[in-house]
């Protein structure tokens, strides 16, 4: 088992940034190889993909809604990965899930294994 947290949602106002973390836990500290990716759901929507990161760091996909704002990256010492989020926008608002796969870097949310509670982000306009 694989347990996710997030942290470092907020509120903030448009063309703010913010920084979210997941810190896994569990059989990721075995070093057990998996792949992290960000999703998330604002109200009334489906969860979508926003990006993934393998675990050498050297696949990197990302959501077009989000390419060229948003960046992830990983410290696989401290199995926490990252989501840092600029020039945010009202329509990035959503609760922020972080997941795990030992898939390699997908976007399709049925490929993750472990999923966290997840972190609200809400930006104002």
């Known amino acids: 088992q694989v347990q996710l947290v997030e942290s470092g949602g907020g509120l903030v106002q448009a063309g703010g940034s913010l920084r979210l973390s997941c810190a896994a836990s569990g059989r990721a500290s075995s070093n057990y190889i998996y792949t992290m990716g960000w999703f998330r759901q604002a109200p009334g929507k489906e969860r979508e993909f926003a990006a993934a990161i393998n675990w050498g760091g050297d696949r990197i996909v990302y959501a077009d809604s989000v390419k060229g704002r948003f960046t992830i990256s990983r410290n696989n010492a401290k199995n926490t990965v990252y989501l840092q989020m600029n020039s945010l926008k009202p329509e990035d608002t959503a609760v922020y899930y972080c997941?795990?796969?030992?898939?390699?870097?997908?976007?399709?949310?049925?490929?993750?294994?472990?999923w966290g509670q997840g972190t609200q982000v809400t930006v104002s306009s």
């Open positions: 997941a795990a796969t030992p898939r390699i870097a997908t976007r399709l949310d049925g490929a993750y294994d472990y």
